[in-house]
């Protein structure tokens, strides 16, 4: 019986894990509580779901935030949270000032 209820909880803390991390609690739920030792390893592994080495590195930029319209992919100002254009110099919302990389092989 105490072999029972320590599995759930150790699958219950797995799941909770996943969930913060963006993954199915469900599965992970049940991963957790077939196979007690494994899956705590494997989620505590895995990023966060949905995360790039580029949205890593440039926060706020994500494919959601490209414009659709052929204009400059839009980033969350690290001041005040708007988006701005990821070439912009100056936030047009709060004049928060960005310095600008040159992305053009030119």
Same mark, same amino acid.
């Given at each position: ?8 909880? $150790?699958?219950? +803390? ?5 969930? +913060?991390?963006?993954?199915?609690? %469900?599965?992970? %739920?049940? %991963?957790?509580?077939? $196979?007690?030792?494994? /899956? ?6 895995? /990023?966060?779901?949905? +995360? =790039?080495? %580029?949205?890593?590195?440039? /926060?706020?930029?994500?494919? #959601? =935030? #490209?414009? =659709?319209?052929?204009?400059? /992919?839009?980033?969350? *100002?690290?001041? *005040? ?9 100056? *936030?047009?919302? *709060? ?7 040159? =992305?053009?092989?030119?």
């Amino acid at each position: 019986m105490i072999k029972i209820i320590l599995l759930i909880i $150790f699958a219950l +803390s797995v799941a909770m894990i996943a969930k +913060s991390k963006g993954y199915n609690m %469900f599965f992970w %739920f049940f %991963f957790g509580f077939l $196979f007690p030792p494994i /899956p705590i390893i494997i989620i505590l592994l895995l /990023p966060r779901k949905g +995360s =790039t080495y %580029f949205s890593m590195k440039y /926060p706020g930029f994500n494919k #959601e =935030t #490209e414009s =659709t319209s052929g204009d400059d /992919p839009l980033v969350q *100002c690290i001041a *005040c949270g708007k988006m701005i254009p990821i070439n912009a110099s100056v *936030c047009k919302y *709060c004049g928060k000032k960005y310095d600008i990389i040159d =992305t053009d092989n030119k």
